[in-house]
């Protein structure tokens, strides 16, 4: 039996988070762990259930799995609210201006910059000698 899901893509740095959301009894996997255990910081879980409560949903009527890969914590925190917004944005389209206005659609461009020839990082120059 195949149960109808909403997926939604969400990427952030190095990160990136395939969320699938159906109904259910208020389960939240992520990586086949429970989200308390896998985000343990402090306002992290808070911060992902944003796109859910400018819906004006309620986390207990879903349940929500998660694939995410790569990058940090902070990284795949913001990429799991992401796809979790779009997902949102798929089951019920009426949403999008209520998650616009939390800015929970717009994705954060912000990557690591890349390292250039003969600098010691990105933009940090080597000492400058006279002699």
């Known amino acids: 039996m195949s149960v109808q899901y909403y997926e939604g893509i969400g990427r952030r740095k190095a990160s990136t988070a395939r969320v699938r959301i159906m109904s259910g009894d208020g389960r939240f996997i992520v990586n ?11 306002g992290d879980l808070e911060s992902i259930i944003g ?13 929500i799995t998660v694939l995410v890969k790569g990058g940090g914590v902070t990284g795949q925190t913001d ?6 917004a779009r997902a949102l944005v798929k089951m019920n389209p009426d949403w999008v201006s209520n998650m616009r206005k939390g ?8 990557v ?6 003969g600098l010691k990082g990105a933009r940090k120059a ?5 002699r």
């Open 32 to 42: 086949d762990k429970d989200a308390e255990i896998y985000f343990p910081r402090l």
């Open 51 to 63: 796109p859910l409560s400018a819906a004006d949903q309620d986390r207990a009527t879903y349940d």
């Open 79 to 84: 990429a799991v609210k992401l796809g979790l």
């Open 103 to 110: 800015g929970f659609l717009t994705r954060n461009a912000r």
């Open 112 to 117: 690591k910059e890349r390292k250039k020839p």
């Open 126 to 130: 080597p000492t400058y000698t006279k």
